[in-house]
């Protein structure tokens, strides 16, 4: 079963921030949150990651509630490249090996 | 540096055929999996594998065999295909961290 829920679809406008939420509220202390895309049907590409501390990176940032909850994904300045399925994942630790469960994702659709 | 790379693109079968999907890595990635795409849907783990010489069952393995005799190839087979194996196959590799992707195999089963 998924461990994360995200919206299935947004828009945003391009040069805008595009901040898309992820819940995943049955996170264990350990789990970490990966963010993922995929462009069409290529392969996924992966783009952050974090356990408890905010993110950022070239790609984007990374908000964790100090629940752990929730996340956020933010792309500061959405372009038409980035329209993409955006899915938050959930990496699992089981007996020191590491499986990552995809929920269904959200797809983003950037507008002129 | 290659990467992730998968065996064949794209592949057509009748029901009862058999096929093996090759992935291999030139990363020297301890970890490797095998994961499936249904259309709309998110990827789902069929197996994967912690080394050499090493698999486990993920979320969807029925169906499916694998095999890691060298580090860098994970090996998934069908043995009878059926129409609901038809579904894009991604292969992935890591250290423990960020996964990285091959370009994924197309496969039909009529």
């Known amino acids: 079963d998924a461990k994360t829920t995200q919206p299935p679809s947004m828009d945003c406008a391009e040069g805008r921030a595009a901040n898309l939420p992820c819940n995943h509220s049955?996170?264990?202390?350990?789990?970490?949150v990966y963010w993922y895309r995929q462009i069409h049907s290529q392969g996924p590409q992966y783009i952050i990651h974090?356990?408890?501390n905010n993110e950022t990176n070239e790609m984007a940032s990374l908000i964790i509630t100090e629940d752990r909850k929730s996340s956020t994904l933010i792309l500061p300045h959405a372009t038409l490249r980035d329209t993409a399925v955006y899915y938050c994942?959930?990496?699992?630790?089981?007996?020191?090996?590491?499986?990552?469960?995809f929920g269904t994702g959200t797809r983003l659709k950037v507008l002129a | 540096n290659a990467g992730v790379t998968q065996t064949p693109k794209f592949r057509v079968l009748k029901t009862g055929q058999s096929m093996t999907l090759l992935c291999a890595q030139d990363m020297n990635h301890e970890y490797m999996y095998w994961y499936r795409q249904d259309p709309g849907m998110g990827l789902r783990l069929i197996h994967y594998?912690?080394?050499?010489?090493?698999?486990a069952k993920g979320e969807v393995p029925d169906g499916y065999n694998v095999s890691r005799l060298k580090k860098q190839n994970f090996l998934l087979g069908l043995e009878s295909a059926a129409p609901s194996q038809t579904s894009v196959y991604f292969c992935?590799?890591?250290?423990?961290?960020?996964?990285?992707f091959g370009p994924g195999t197309r496969l039909t089963v009529l």
């Open positions: 974090g356990l408890k």
């Open positions: 992935a590799s890591s250290l423990g961290g960020e996964q990285f």
């Open positions: 049955t996170i264990s202390g350990n789990e970490y």
């Open positions: 994942i959930v990496r699992v630790e089981t007996s020191g090996t590491y499986k990552y469960i």
């Open positions: 594998s912690v080394g050499e010489g090493t698999t």
